[in-house]
């Protein structure tokens, strides 16, 4: 049983280190432990003893939260969460509040020490358990709340997103049980899953299993950077790797997920970063097909066919993935395709010598419309990488921006609707501190106060949807590991996507106090 993980030694030490490198004048917010800082709050300094404990609602969905939230909090703060039969004999109530926004939620210290939780939705009073769960500390064995508490909360975006790539290295489904349950621990609403790309194929096809049977294995995995990216030879470890998640696994994770407040939303990476799926179907690919699932990291110039036989292949995969989550959204890629291959390839030659598509470097959009436009007739919303936001844009997706913000801006002024993720900010996968004191990371730097500081351009109109990280793991092959490029910089993104992102000292203070409620 893990009832807490947190594999960050010296946590506190390095977050003060972070804290060093900012200087913006800072405004203490008189808060505990909570993350994300609600946005409205007043409480006194003053403590007192928790004794006639327990929580009871005798509202239905309330109920449900509570008893979903409960082995989580009691690891947090003891025997307070257990449920009270009557009112009498709670110390926290809950209750339904229609008038308040989805996922919001009111905390309420009435005269009588007794505390009201309102909300109008089970997921509101998730976040408001896991709010007040901040408000106590437990010392010597007894439990102290503040003695007074006003609370009212709200997200300021709808997409509160942590992007985890289990391609390249797969992953246990126990440990995506995890992650669903930090997420909404730290109110993230978003887990988008990369599931496939050159490395592996970790979703069961039922129509064409050789893409999990054969597309999910590779013989070895390149150690370290000894490949010709970075200009050395290549050298493999010569250890094999597999492993793919059935849909029955998914399912059941997903409906784990959504009670939690948490929507998985999959992604299946087309047309380009599709070696692991090329191999296993080799006609499907534009001019040749690749022999085995890559060992090694980069862009590859193996590429999906624009045949009306390889892109039914595609719109079968997607109909799978479709009726195994539940998310309206659903991620096809897009990014990073290149046009070598097309330039080669008789079908895509004949297409754009017959005009069907106008250069071989639009090969890919001609694949990526088809399958948008599929993806709408069923119901669903497409997402893409900011290298397909024409697609996005033609068919009322989403774009997600990883580049440069100046594609968010041609999105927006084109009235389309944008999730922000940039490099700058959200790539876990970069450095926390000096490459030379850390776990061997992809490049790039990114320490916890570069995520703090953040800010979300305005959106009127509610097209900027909100924003998101993204962890990409070539060099994580461990949860420990999964976990330490996620904490604390999970924190800071929690408080960004909520909106509250303000005083960085006295975040500092509340992360270092986080424990993290796990599963068995």
């Known amino acids: 049983m893990r009832l807490f993980l947190n594999p960050l030694k010296g946590l506190y030490a390095k977050l ?14 008189p808060l505990t432990s909570i993350i994300p800082s609600p946005q409205n709050i007043e409480v006194s300094d003053k403590k007192v003893q928790l004794e006639n404990c327990g929580v009871y609602s005798s509202w239905p969905e309330g109920l449900a939260a509570l008893r979903i939230a409960t082995p989580y909090l009691k690891k947090i703060s003891g025997d307070f969460w257990k449920e009270a039969t009557s009112e009498e004999g709670s110390m926290l109530r809950i209750e339904a509040d229609s008038s308040l926004p989805i996922d919001a939620y009111r905390l309420e210290t009435l005269d009588n020490g007794k505390v009201f939780l309102f909300a109008s939705n089970p997921t509101g009073v998730l976040y408001g358990l896991y709010s007040f769960a901040g408000c106590i500390d437990s010392m010597e064995g007894k439990l102290y709340a503040l003695e007074k508490i006003s609370i009212s909360d709200f997200p300021l975006h709808a997409w509160r997103g942590m992007h985890i790539d289990v391609a390249r290295n797969f992953f246990d489904i126990s440990v995506l049980y995890e992650l669903v349950d930090m997420f909404s621990f730290y109110k993230l609403n978003k887990f988008h899953l990369h599931l496939t790309d050159d490395q592996g194929w970790r979703f069961e096809s039922k129509k064409y299993p050789l893409l999990h049977q054969v597309g999910s294995k590779r013989k070895e995995t390149v150690v370290g950077k000894h490949f010709p990216f970075f200009g050395g030879a290549y050298l493999g470890d010569k250890k094999s790797v597999g492993g793919y998640y059935t849909q029955a696994q998914l399912r059941e994770l997903d409906q784990y997920a959504l009670v939690r407040g948490v929507e998985i939303v999959p992604e299946i990476d087309i047309p380009g970063h599709a070696t692991s799926a090329l191999v296993a179907y080799p006609k499907y690919a534009a001019h040749k097909a690749p022999h085995e699932v ?21 719109c079968n995969i997607f109909e799978e993935v479709s009726n195994t989550f539940s998310s309206k959204y659903i991620h096809i890629g897009g990014d990073e395709v290149p046009s070598k291959n097309y330039k080669k390839d008789p079908v895509s030659k004949a297409l754009v010598e017959n005009g069907t598509i106008k250069s071989f470097e639009k090969v890919d959009t001609y694949i990526l419309e088809k399958v948008a436009k599929y993806l709408v007739e069923i119901g669903k919303v497409p997402v893409l990488w900011d290298e397909g936001r024409e697609v996005a844009l033609k068919h009322s997706g989403v774009t997600m921006v990883w580049r440069d913000s100046s594609y968010a801006k041609e999105v927006l002024a084109e009235g389309g609707s944008v999730v922000l993720c940039p490099t700058s900010h959200f790539y876990f996968d970069y450095y926390q501190r000096a490459p030379d004191t850390e776990p061997q990371a992809i490049g790039g730097y990114l320490p916890l106060e570069q995520v703090y500081s953040y800010t979300t351009p305005e959106s009127k109109d509610g097209s900027i949807l909100g924003v998101q990280a993204n962890l990409w793991t070539e060099y994580i092959q461990t949860p420990e590991h999964l976990m330490y490029m996620l904490c604390p910089r999970i924190y800071a993104l929690s408080e960004v996507s909520w909106g509250t992102n303000k005083y960085i000292q006295d975040f500092i203070k509340r992360a270092s106090k986080q424990k993290i409620p796990l599963r068995k």
């Open 16 to 29: 003060v280190r972070f804290a060093g490198l900012w200087h913006k004048h800072q405004s203490p917010l």
């Open 294 to 314: 890559s060992t090694y990291w980069g862009i590859f110039n193996n590429v999906f066919s624009p045949s009306d036989e390889s892109i039914e292949f595609l």
